[in-house]
């Protein structure tokens, strides 16, 4: 990878400020939430020493609960040019998880924490991660509370109920135009989806990032940083040192004036058995980042993001349907709305409850559970193993978080009709 040498600049840094703005931005980032996957091994791609990738994740911790990779998204710096870029990588997208085979990223979290996730990430991207961030997305509303809140222009009305969140009912209640949001608020408002699904919420997530990285570079913040720094401490874990967080922090103020490009990995939706995936152009994704931040590709190594591509597509299942190629934009150049999809009531959801754990009236047990809940049970079956480690309800994304508050410990994945949901219950079974 050849690289486009600039100027090196001098700044005046107020470091203390600039460490606690650089975790506020990725905290707003990670919150906005067997085989290889396809490719060349991590690392075979050169690089200059002074870019620097950092994957971020927004998971959503929940009692008795592995918890889930809300958001996922890479960062991509370079030290020399105070440029930087980010990646969203959709929940929905297709890759090999290494021991369980293709399935959606997000899913590589319950399957492996963030050292799994990490791994699936290199191979998607053919480069390895220097660091990684894990954020805690219960801290966000105290965190944008400690910043003082963040001006924001909300696009349209924002409606959504769920009488199943853990904490005893999420409401989502958002007027259109411009306002001032707290911590309860800008939740509401970085969590919510609708029609456009993840793609959607993407968008959203980094138009919200962006506002809250100006607001922290902000001369205002002086005052409050011993609140927000102790609020971080309590919701950050990484690998990165104080001295590596301060490099990167005295860059913030000169990456925001030279504009933070975030882009989504650029792909296709598509479907499998009514299983929703997000299936990525393997040399896209690979460019996005280096392109971004000035570099060019070289020869041996487009050469290699091909083979991987063609690698993917060739290991594709058969019957999987393909939708229209998009990067956020049509074939006519203008902005795809899907009329939006509101979550369905649980009687309006039918569960087959599987048995895989061998605990005898396990299934009876949890289906009596679901029906108290509204939903409505399709059959209680035994399954074809009695060794499933982990309990799982798998059902479309539009009804994942009508799901959560359930009595026993379970991972809640994306996929499914939109009518219907699969209980599997492992030996963690137990009720509270």
Same mark, same amino acid.
């Given at each position: 990878?050849?690289?486009?040498?600039?100027?090196?600049?001098?700044?005046?840094?107020?470091?203390?400020?600039?460490?606690?703005?650089?975790?506020?931005?990725?905290?707003?980032?990670?919150?906005?939430?067997?085989?290889?996957?396809?490719?060349?091994?991590?690392?075979?791609?050169?690089?200059?020493?002074?870019?620097?990738?950092?994957?971020?994740?927004?998971?959503?911790? &929940?009692?008795?609960?592995?918890?889930?990779?809300?958001?996922?998204?890479?960062?991509?710096?370079?030290?020399?040019?105070?440029?930087?870029?980010?990646?969203?990588?959709?929940?929905?997208?297709?890759?090999?998880?290494?021991?369980?085979?293709?399935?959606?990223?997000?899913?590589?979290?319950?399957?492996?924490?963030?050292?799994?996730?990490?791994?699936?990430?290199?191979?998607?991207?053919?480069?390895?991660?220097?660091?990684?961030?894990?954020?805690?997305?219960?801290?966000?509303?105290?965190?944008?509370?400690?910043?003082?809140?963040?001006?924001?222009?909300?696009?349209?009305?924002?409606?959504?109920?769920?009488?199943?969140?853990?904490?005893?009912?999420?409401?989502?209640?958002?007027?259109?135009?411009?306002?001032?949001?707290?911590?309860? &608020?800008?939740?509401?408002?970085?969590?919510?989806?609708?029609?456009?699904?993840?793609?959607?919420?993407?968008?959203?997530?980094?138009?919200?990032?962006?506002?809250?990285?100006?607001?922290?570079?902000?001369?205002?913040?002086?005052?409050?940083?011993?609140?927000?720094?102790?609020?971080?401490?309590?919701?950050?874990?990484?690998?990165?040192?104080?001295?590596?967080?301060?490099?990167?922090?005295?860059?913030?103020?000169?990456?925001?004036?030279?504009?933070?490009?975030?882009?989504?990995?650029?792909?296709?939706?598509?479907?499998?058995?009514?299983?929703?995936?997000?299936?990525?152009?393997?040399?896209?994704?690979?460019?996005?980042?280096?392109?971004?931040?000035?570099?060019?590709?070289?020869?041996?190594?487009?050469?290699?993001?091909?083979?991987?591509?063609?690698?993917?597509?060739?290991?594709?299942?058969?019957?999987?349907?393909?939708?229209?190629?998009?990067?956020?934009?049509?074939?006519?150049?203008?902005?795809?709305?899907?009329?939006?999809?509101?979550?369905?009531?649980?009687?309006?959801?039918?569960?087959?409850?599987?048995?895989?754990?061998?605990?005898?009236?396990?299934?009876?047990?949890?289906?009596?559970?679901?029906?108290?809940?509204?939903?409505?049970?399709?059959?209680?079956?035994?399954?074809?193993?009695?060794?499933?480690?982990?309990?799982?309800?798998?059902?479309?994304?539009?009804?994942?978080?009508?799901?959560?508050?359930?009595?026993?410990?379970?991972?809640?994945?994306?996929?499914?009709?939109?009518?219907?949901?699969?209980?599997?219950?492992?030996?963690?079974?137990?009720?509270?």
């Amino acid at each position: 990878m050849r690289k486009k040498r600039k100027v090196k600049r001098d700044y005046t840094r107020v470091k203390w400020l600039g460490a606690v703005a650089l975790l506020v931005m990725l905290v707003a980032v990670a919150l906005l939430r067997g085989g290889i996957s396809p490719g060349a091994s991590p690392g075979e791609v050169s690089r200059p020493d002074d870019v620097k990738y950092v994957m971020i994740m927004g998971v959503d911790r &929940r009692a008795d609960d592995v918890g889930r990779s809300d958001t996922l998204m890479v960062a991509a710096v370079d030290v020399d040019s105070s440029k930087a870029a980010l990646l969203s990588i959709p929940r929905d997208t297709r890759v090999a998880i290494e021991g369980n085979g293709f399935d959606k990223i997000n899913h590589a979290y319950a399957f492996g924490g963030h050292k799994l996730t990490q791994q699936t990430v290199e191979n998607l991207l053919g480069v390895k991660m220097d660091h990684y961030i894990l954020i805690d997305t219960k801290s966000f509303e105290r965190i944008i509370d400690a910043i003082g809140g963040v001006d924001l222009n909300v696009e349209k009305r924002m409606y959504y109920e769920d009488p199943w969140d853990d904490n005893g009912g999420l409401v989502i209640d958002l007027y259109p135009g411009e306002q001032h949001l707290d911590g309860d &608020r800008a939740i509401q408002y970085v969590r919510y989806r609708d029609g456009e699904g993840d793609i959607g919420r993407v968008g959203r997530q980094q138009k919200f990032m962006k506002a809250v990285l100006a607001k922290v570079i902000s001369p205002e913040m002086l005052p409050r940083l011993p609140k927000l720094a102790e609020e971080i401490r309590t919701a950050v874990e990484t690998d990165m040192s104080v001295t590596e967080l301060l490099e990167f922090a005295g860059l913030m103020e000169q990456v925001h004036k030279n504009g933070l490009q975030a882009q989504m990995v650029p792909g296709q939706p598509a479907f499998l058995q009514d299983i929703s995936y997000w299936i990525p152009d393997i040399t896209d994704v690979r460019a996005i980042l280096p392109q971004a931040l000035g570099l060019e590709l070289g020869t041996e190594a487009q050469q290699a993001d091909q083979e991987a591509e063609d690698k993917y597509l060739a290991e594709l299942p058969k019957g999987i349907k393909l939708g229209e190629k998009q990067d956020g934009q049509s074939s006519a150049g203008t902005e795809e709305k899907p009329e939006p999809q509101e979550p369905m009531k649980p009687s309006e959801i039918k569960v087959l409850v599987i048995n895989d754990s061998g605990i005898n009236g396990a299934g009876a047990e949890a289906a009596e559970i679901l029906q108290r809940k509204g939903f409505v049970i399709s059959s209680v079956e035994t399954g074809k193993t009695s060794s499933r480690e982990q309990t799982s309800i798998t059902t479309s994304a539009r009804n994942t978080d009508v799901f959560y508050g359930m009595p026993f410990p379970c991972i809640i994945m994306d996929g499914g009709s939109s009518n219907q949901a699969v209980l599997r219950i492992g030996l963690d079974y137990k009720t509270r």
